[in-house]
Nanobody, 121 residues
Framework: QVQLVESGGGLVQAGGSLRLSCAAS????????MGWYRQAPGKQRELVAV???????NYADSVKDRFTISRDNTNNTVYLQMNSLKPEDTAVYYC???????????????WGQGTQVTVSS
């Protein structure tokens, strides 16, 4: 069994910063990629940022130059540093991991429970 546990959400004023963390635990052989998605009320879930095991990073255009994703491979943890936050960043942020539980099986995706980020104007 694999668990993703997120932390770091909250309420912040526009222009402020927050740092999200997500730790993966359980039966993990290796992790291909970890990332963050978000879902605002009435909208579809969208990719925010993703980082591969080789530390290649991709960001949504809306967060480039404001958000930074990083990863601690030793502790299977991914971070999202969010600066210059805007009210439109308000959403539930979900951690995602694409990982292997054994050498012989393909990778599977797992999701965290979500953490609320609210940016007031």
């Amino acid at each position: 069994q694999v668990q993703l546990v997120e932390s770091g959400g909250g309420l912040v004023q526009a222009g402020g910063s927050l740092r999200l963390s997500c730790a993966a635990s359980g039966s993990i052989f290796g992790i291909k990629s970890m990332g963050w998605y978000r879902q605002a009320p009435g909208k579809q879930r969208e990719l925010v940022a993703v980082i591969t095991s080789g530390r290649s990073r991709n960001y949504a255009d809306s967060v480039k130059d404001r958000f930074t994703i990083s990863r601690d491979n030793t502790n299977n943890t991914v971070y999202l540093q969010m600066n210059s936050l805007k009210p439109e960043d308000t959403a539930v942020y979900y951690c995602n991991a694409d990982l292997f539980q054994s050498y012989f099986r393909g990778s599977q995706e797992y999701w965290g429970q979500g953490t609320q980020v609210t940016v007031s104007s």
